[in-house]
């Protein structure tokens, strides 16, 4: 494995070529807890980069909330990358964010269709710590975000995402690319390119105390309709937190993940006994019995890790990966098991 400093200068290709096969097997959870370990996942390639930003404040024992704060913070301000100001926009050609955050304590909080804020994971935890509530939307949330002191960014398109929204208006197709999150700064441009994408980083961290938190944040499904939301911005649908017992994100086709109240669902089945990579299945397997054979045309993919330590993931289909930062293994990628052969 690189160290921390070659990796940062490491070529996406060679951080792909990092990637190693499923682990985090199906066992049963040990019952002594395991703390002093601090830990980070996230989804897809783009989280090994955000890892680090994780990493820094975790391996001064720093606390998992700030840690998943920093982490996908990275992510969110990369111009050539999906997720955040640089990803694909709406149907009318407006870039809207959706984000949330949930800390050890069952605090929680969450913008959706927030427009030309940068960092929309920093205004969730905002409106987690200074108001009485969870979820701020639109207008609202961007009136909040500037009261807080965050600066409006231009209203204008990445370079990337211009291009792949002036094909996208050749035939405006909707058609689910299955792992569409995967493609990193390289979004597909043609007739159906970056139609129904996802856009998303997810990240769980646990941290030298053993408290879990994890985000999620997202430019959402590329040119949505205005207004849509998926499930990246619901509690309990893209990222769940039970310090007691495990926390869980999800990736993918938003709509099918809120259908089973899907990070909610992984965090309840590793209540009942599942390990990591076992709930995440189980939560793939229900999402695919609802789909039925249109489950081919989606993608859906989940990450956990359990109050001992243990992680895991899950995905409907081939492809998805995600990547794993500890003390031990420092970073590394790992492809996830799958459901559909
Ligand atoms: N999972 C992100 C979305 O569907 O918007």
């Known amino acids: 494995m690189p160290t921390r400093r070659k990796f940062l200068t490491t070529s996406a290709a060679s951080l792909a070529a990092l990637a190693v096969g499923p682990s985090a097997e199906a066992v049963a959870l040990p019952t002594r807890p395991v703390v002093g370990k601090p830990l980070v996942i996230s989804t897809w390639d783009t989280g090994l980069v955000a890892n680090l930003g994780a990493w820094k404040v975790l391996s001064k024992g720093g606390r998992a909330l700030d840690a998943v704060e920093a982490g996908v913070m990275v992510t969110e301000a990369e111009q050539n990358c999906c997720v ?10 407006i870039v809207t964010l959706d984000a949330c955050i949930m800390d050890e ?13 940068k960092h929309p994971i920093s205004v969730a935890r905002r409106v987690m710590e200074r108001t009485p509530h969870v979820m701020l939307v639109g207008e609202g949330a961007q009136q909040f975000a500037v009261a807080q002191g965050f600066p409006l960014e231009p209203q204008q398109l990445s370079p990337d995402a211009e291009k ?10 909707y058609k689910p690319i299955v792992n569409i999150e995967n493609s990193g700064s390289k979004k597909p441009v043609g007739p159906v390119g970056g139609a129904n994408n996802h856009d998303t980083i997810a990240m769980l961290a646990q941290d030298a105390r053993g408290n879990l938190s994890g985000s999620c944040t997202t430019s959402g499904m590329g040119f949505k309709m205005r207004g849509r939301l998926g499930d990246s911005p619901l509690i309990g649908s893209g990222l769940y937190v039970d310090n007691a017992v495990g926390a869980a994100a999800a990736t993918g086709q938003g709509e099918d993940v809120i259908r089973i109240a899907g990070a909610h669902t992984v965090v309840e089945l590793m209540r009942q006994g599942l390990a990591p990579k076992a709930a995440c299945k189980a939560a793939v397997e229900r999402i695919a019995k609802i ?3 249109k489950a081919r045309d989606i993608q859906v993919c989940f ?12 995905a409907l289909q081939k492809g998805f990966s995600y990547a794993v930062c500890d003390a031990q293994n420092q970073q590394q990628l790992i492809q996830a098991d799958y459901l559909l052969r």
Not at 84 to 93: F, S
Not at 105 to 117: H, K, M, T
């Open 84 to 93: 955040g100001l640089g990803g694909n926009p709406d149907r009318d050609g």
């Open 105 to 117: 304590q069952f605090n929680c909080g969450s913008v959706a269709a927030l427009e030309r804020i």
């Open 164 to 173: 792949a929204y002036r094909e996208w208006l050749k035939t405006s197709q």
């Open 291 to 293: 789909k039925g054979a």
């Open 303 to 314: 990450i956990a890790v359990s109050s001992q330590g243990q992680h895991g993931a899950f």
